[in-house]
């Protein structure tokens, strides 16, 4: 990350906070139609555990679009998801990318985010997003990224986090 990034996106992120007039709350997963998905791509097993989850909700009738972050010296293993990387943001922390600019266009009913600990790239989406609900793992300091935070206890894999988000978004 370069120091422009480190410097001047969590300002945006902080600004994005502050003036995103989006209408937040939860949606019952029944009446949900539209899901985003969204996470950083670390590891083949992460991978596979998301295809099932997004299998999972287009059986469920939902329209899911999912939005990968690719860091530096990571693979990208030639899958089918839209990816961005540092690449995508200027020197200012603008968005470059057409497919980030239409990824926040979308009136997601759930923006589920499955990383552990967001990145600011990924914070500026979650920010920037007029998501309904924007579901993720629970971090400390990042609740105003979220309305729902899921608390994993112990087992911290991907593939728990998306079991505990399917549990919890089902509850509703």
């Known amino acids: 990350m370069s120091f422009l990034h480190a410097t001047i996106l969590p300002m945006r992120v902080r600004t994005q ?26 590891s083949l097993d992460d991978y596979e555990s998301i295809r099932q989850f997004e299998n999972r909700l287009k059986k469920d009738g939902k329209e899911v679009n999912v939005l990968s972050y690719l860091p530096k010296n990571v693979e990208n293993f030639h899958f089918h998801y839209d990816i961005f990387s540092i690449t995508d943001f200027s020197a200012t922390g603008q968005v470059k990318a ?4 239409n990824f926040l266009e979308q009136k997601f009913d759930y923006l589920i985010c499955l990383d552990k600990e967001p990145n600011l790239y990924i914070e500026y989406i979650l920010a920037a997003s007029a998501a309904r609900c924007r579901i993720g793992n629970y971090v400390e300091n990042k609740e105003s990224l979220f309305e729902l935070m899921i608390r994993l206890n112990g087992n911290n894999s991907v593939n728990n986090l998306i079991q505990q988000i399917y549990h919890y978004t089902n509850k509703f």
């Open 17 to 42: 906070l502050r003036n995103n007039r989006s209408k937040r709350g939860s949606v019952t997963y029944r009446d949900a139609k539209k899901v985003g998905i969204l996470f950083t791509m670390n």
């Open 98 to 101: 057409g497919n980030i600019t």
